[in-house]
């Protein structure tokens, strides 16, 4: 059975946060809450940051699963002078700081046979830099995080994923796992391959 009644409710439009006061008849069974996935990606995407560098010549991917919430790292290797290693850890704690509290990163993973594939976006929930002297994969690393979620995966396989070319353009070239502004110079977002 369905009950209807008139009544005014705000309407927020959850990708612009404009507000509209509607009058609309509503139904005892409301349907859930629908969000584009255009508005998911577009919504306070801030960065692009490579978490497979090429030099690794990963041959599987990093996964996170949809909603997943997980602690996205900056790393610095360990074999650099102890003068470099200090002033280079300083340079991945401030680009570690860089995004704030719901800012939105493009994740980019390098696949040795199937190249750069664009694989998550993820939300930065909190504020905290978290400094990780003890890094599992070798002592003489220095590992910072973030926490994140993901809010948007590639649909799998992702040696199908979106080619990072068509997403930020072939001008665009990563040198390392930092943070990189999507209104860099040149990077030439495209987020429809993303739908």
């Known amino acids: ?25 509503v139904e005892s069974n409301p349907k859930p809450l629908e969000i584009s996935n255009e508005c998911v990606i577009q919504n306070n995407l801030k960065y692009i940051k490579l978490i497979n560098h ?19 790292g900056w790393i610095m290797n360990g074999n650099n002078e102890i003068l470099n290693k200090q002033k280079k850890s300083k340079l991945k ?4 700081k860089k995004a704030n509290k719901g800012d939105r990163i493009l994740l980019c993973q390098n696949h040795s ?25 070798n002592e003489d690393d220095i590992w910072w995080e973030r926490k994140v979620k993901v809010v948007w995966m590639a ?7 979106p080619l990072t070319k068509e997403v930020i353009g072939s001008r665009f070239s990563f040198r390392s796992g930092n943070l990189v502004s999507i209104n860099a110079e040149t990077i030439d977002l495209n987020l429809d391959f993303l739908k």
């Not at 059975?1 to 609309?24: F, R, S």
């Not at 664009?118 to 890094?135: A, C, G, S, W």
Request: charged share 35%.
């Open 1 to 25: 059975m369905n009950i209807k009644a008139n009544k005014i409710e705000l309407n927020q439009d959850l990708c612009t946060n404009n507000i509209n006061i509607v009058i609309a008849t």
């Open 54 to 72: 090429i030099a690794t010549q990963r041959k599987d991917w990093s996964h996170y699963d949809d909603e997943e919430i997980f602690n996205l």
């Open 93 to 96: 704690e401030r680009d570690a």
């Open 113 to 137: 046979k199937y190249g750069h594939r664009v694989t998550h976006i993820v939300e930065v929930i909190d504020d905290e830099v978290i400094n990780k002297p003890e890094n599992p994969r």
């Open 155 to 161: 649909e799998k396989p992702w040696e199908k994923a």
